[in-house]
T-cell receptor, first 111, second 114 residues
Framework: RKEVEQDPGPFNVPEGATVAFNCTYS??????FFWYRQDCRKEPKLLMS???SGNEDGRFTAQLNRASQYISLLIRDSKLSDSATYLC????????????FGTGTRLQVTL | EAQVTQNPRYLITVTGKKLTVTCSQN?????MSWYRQDPGLGLRQIYY???????DKGDVPEGYKVSRKEKRNFPLILESPSPNQTSLYFC?????????????FGPGTRLTVT
């Protein structure tokens, strides 16, 4: 089983739709969780961290479920500019050295 | 402007010809790391460094070397490149803060080994 698993997609949604991605992780000792966004052939960039209580940043909401070992990302009112690959990232330990990246979920928002 | 730079951005080379990919950051970050990204495999860590003269292996270190003689620079060295090292390489840096570790990535180096 992969340490971090994501549905690769693609998720094709119309502009304005709400879309949700899940990501499961296998290491119950994982401590920090993130969503990164990667545009085609570009570097990943932090979208948001995921807190235990859940957190929201504009149209984006992230949730963590430690019992079931998954994190989720909800995007409301999708824009064309949201088209990208979304990477789930898990910090396996207490230092920055042990980040594991999922393979990403591709989102395509269409007119 | 805060950034991570990598050079070269694109490189085509032949098997066995030593090469170095440079990485530099201007944010005074302690932590730096190299990743490779391959289709279906995601980003995998090659080596990381927690500070000057402190380096350690990541998940896929075979065939690579690194050094950290200065805080801002973290070059990746391929002593004898092979075709299976054809990949997209990213350098990243971050602060060593407990809790949140936002990684700042360089623009990537696309390496082809023939």
């Amino acid at each position: 089983r992969k340490e971090v698993e994501q549905d690769p997609g693609p998720f094709n949604v119309p502009e304005g739709a709400t879309v949700a991605f899940n990501c499961t992780y296998s290491n119950s000792a994982s401590q920090s969780f993130f969503w990164y966004r990667q545009d085609c052939r570009k570097e990943p960039k932090l979208l948001m961290s995921v807190y235990s209580s859940g957190n929201e940043d504009g149209r984006f909401t992230a949730q963590l479920n430690r019992a079931s070992q998954y994190i989720s990302l909800l995007i409301r009112d999708s824009k064309l500019s949201d088209s990208a690959t979304y990477l789930c990232v898990v910090n396996r330990g207490g230092t920055a050295s042990k980040l594991t990246f999922g393979t990403g979920t591709r989102l395509q928002v269409t007119l | 402007e805060a950034q991570v730079t990598q050079n070269p951005r694109y490189l085509i080379t032949v098997t066995g010809k030593k090469l170095t990919v440079t990485c530099s950051q201007n944010m005074n970050h302690e932590y730096m790391s190299w990743y490779r990204q391959d289709p279906g495999l995601g980003l995998r860590q090659i080596y990381y460094s927690m500070n000057v003269e402190v380096t350690d292996k990541g998940d896929v270190p075979e065939g690579y070397k690194v050094s950290r003689k200065e805080k801002r620079n973290f070059p990746l060295i391929l002593e004898s490149p092979s075709p299976n090292q054809t990949s997209l390489y990213f350098c990243a840096s971050s602060l060593m803060l407990a809790g949140l570790y936002e990684q700042y990535f360089g623009p990537g180096t696309r390496l082809t080994v023939t």
